[in-house]
């Protein structure tokens, strides 16, 4: 049976370990019937790195057993997901064998008992999702994929674990291979994925479900261990979760004990357990997750069975569980074991089959769940055809939107009339009124900010607070949890339901979320950051709050639109390009102050990354181009204009986005910066680090060191962005 409550303090964990450590082992009588012999100890590698408090001298190696479990079918199953993690990790010479071989009975149950899931499909809308926090253990959902009859993990990706070309790299990659649902590695970034895709499931069952039609009904589980539980994010998107109540998120905590450094009691000593039931969640311990199938079993029936808490099952293991020297230690944390160990594993679970090899009675085994899973989305589709004859317009778009990803015919004409018809303002102001219209036009946007909507303006009137008594309102609350909110907003793109998040702060603490925005670049992941308060023109705050090299940074990053609009049609246009970007994120990085509106702007040439605003040459080779972005492409404007009562030919270049600009053909390019005004007679204009205009400007109109704190228009002033300034750069080319 499961048990509710957690161990209380460090010396009670090590007491409890040891007897874990010391539980009778099952054994088979002549009759096959199951008995127990005599307590034994797993061999240790080293005293000093075992989380049992045992000595070399404590250790008695006994007889390999084949009941583990006292089942001897479920024995089979379940080592045959070690052996195949095992293997993978030794052919491979590299990776994490110890978690996948502790958490193999706890995988297998889960899978095999609890999870809805078709391997033949595995993008089928009410599929059970699953999260492997716990990313370094990746040979543990590879193995899980290829037994279960995935067409994504064949014998030879098992067979080339972390090689390059296989499908099975060396953490799980979504874009990679089918049935990942989320890219982890980074810890804890995957316990936060997996809450932001229960709050897409809560949401998409709010909005659709109706009595008798439950057509969203699918569970969220995730494997995290020690390493996820440490890392802060986990801490900011669990305890969201706790105050959602998200009673279909399942977090399975692998409990070992072990991280690189050994032992975890050197620097891990709290109870995990009461920290999550202050978040508002249920916590059920399992203390023997090695063997106990019937308790995992048990537990996962309690979390289901409760509906308003998300529920942590506390699953106690011994890393490297079947090694008799490294076992419960970090020497099978991060290593192979090592051909003797793996002989010695072998020999000691009883494991006859060679190297890859699964019996074929168990492989029968967990390939019945393909037709099942067959049957599963047969069923689901049979009722929701009767769903669409009864609610024929919910159903139409929740075929539209969530089944097919497709947009509103109108939601971009929209948007860009808005763009073309609005005055001028400060950005962020301009960016609410985008989202009010991305909101009636678009049904699945849905975001909000990490505690700051009324200086974001990021609230989308009429819809309603995501909230635990109404998951079908669209404004999301974050709280102060900008890392959270990152990865969370990557597990709405990836809860499968074609939702589109926005998330909001100022721009400078995009260094609290960064980590999350990585990975949604890296995982193609389309969120959109609103993020405001772009320059030291923000004034008073100062330093700490004024971003100087974030554009630099982030256009340094692969895979990540980076925007800076200039003025209404600007800004719905990087709304259009954030919106359409579904393997892409965007930044739209948006002014406190007032900008102008720009006489020529262009809604076409901003989703293009940057065109012409004005060029008074005859030829187009004049003789000064002023480039800038955001607010200043006022300045450059005015600039060109003394500069023009001088006599030059001056062209002025907006250019909100340099990655979108990357995009475009040579032909746009050169229509845009042409050969014929060379480097050196370009300035760029931002307020910011120069760092990489180099690549189109020779000269910088720029800030490069950090800000002051005053009122914004002085601070301008203090750093020397005027029009006067720009003139004199460009005058002295």
Known sequence: ?????????????????????????????????????????????????NASG?????????????????????????????????????KANSGHPGMPMGMAPAAYTLFQKHMTFNPKNPNFVNRDRFVLSAGHGSMLIYSLLYLYGYDSVNMDDLQNFRQLGSRTPGHPENFETAGV??????????????????????HMAATYNKPGFDLIDNYTYAIMGDG???????GEACSLAGHLGLGKLIVMYDDNHISIDGSTDISFTEDVGKR???????VINVPNGNVDVASIDAAIKEAKACTDKPTLIKVTTMIGFGSPNKSDSHDSHGAALGKDEVTATRDYLNWEYPEFEVPPKALDHFRTKIP?????????????????????????????NVLNGELPSNWESDLKA?????????????????????????????????DLAPSNLTIMEGLGDFQKTSYEGRNLRFGVREHGMGAICNGLVLSGYNLIPYCATFFIFTDYMRAAMRLAALSQVGVVYVMTHDSVALGEDGPTHQPIEHLASYRAMPNMNMYRPADPVEVAAAYAVGVESRKTPTIIALTRQGTKKLENGSYEGAKKGAYVLSDNSSDGAADLCLIATGSEVDLIVDAAEELRKSGKTVRVV???????????????????????IPTNKRVSVEAMTSFGWAKYAGTHVGIDSFGASGPGPAVMELFKMTVANVVEKASSL
């Open 54 to 90: 045992m000595t070399m001298s404590d250790v008695a190696v006994a007889k390999p057993l084949l009941q583990q479990t006292g089942d001897s079918f479920a024995d089979m199953c379940i080592n045959s997901i070690r052996f195949l993690s095992i293997d993978g990790v030794e």
């Open 276 to 282: 999550y039931e202050a978040y508002g969640w249920q």
């Open 181 to 202: 649902e989320v890219t982890t590695g980074p810890l804890g970034q995957g316990v936060c994925n997996a809450v932001g895709i229960a709050m897409g499931e809560a």
């Open 1 to 49: 049976m499961a048990f509710v409550g957690t161990f209380c303090g460090a010396a009670s964990r090590v007491e409890n370990r040891r007897g874990l450590l010391s539980t009778a082992r099952p054994a088979v009588s002549s009759s096959g019937a199951s008995s127990f012999i005599a307590p034994v100890a797993l061999k240790r590698a080293a005293a000093t790195n």
């Open 654 to 676: 907006s250019m909100p986005c340099w990655e979108r600009f990357e995009l475009q053909d040579d032909a746009y390019k050169q229509s845009v910066l042409p050969d014929a």
């Open 372 to 400: 099942e899973g067959a049957d599963a989305e047969a069923a689901w589709y049979a009722k929701f055809n009767e769903y669409k004859a009864k609610f024929p317009e919910l159903g139409a778009q929740f075929e539209s």
């Open 228 to 234: 996820c539980v440490m890392e802060g994010i986990s």
């Open 418 to 450: 808005y763009g073309e018809g609005a005055k001028a303002n400060a950005t962020r102001k301009l960016s609410e009124a985008s989202l009010q219209v991305l909101g009636k036009a678009v049904p699945n946007w849905i975001g909000g900010s990490a």
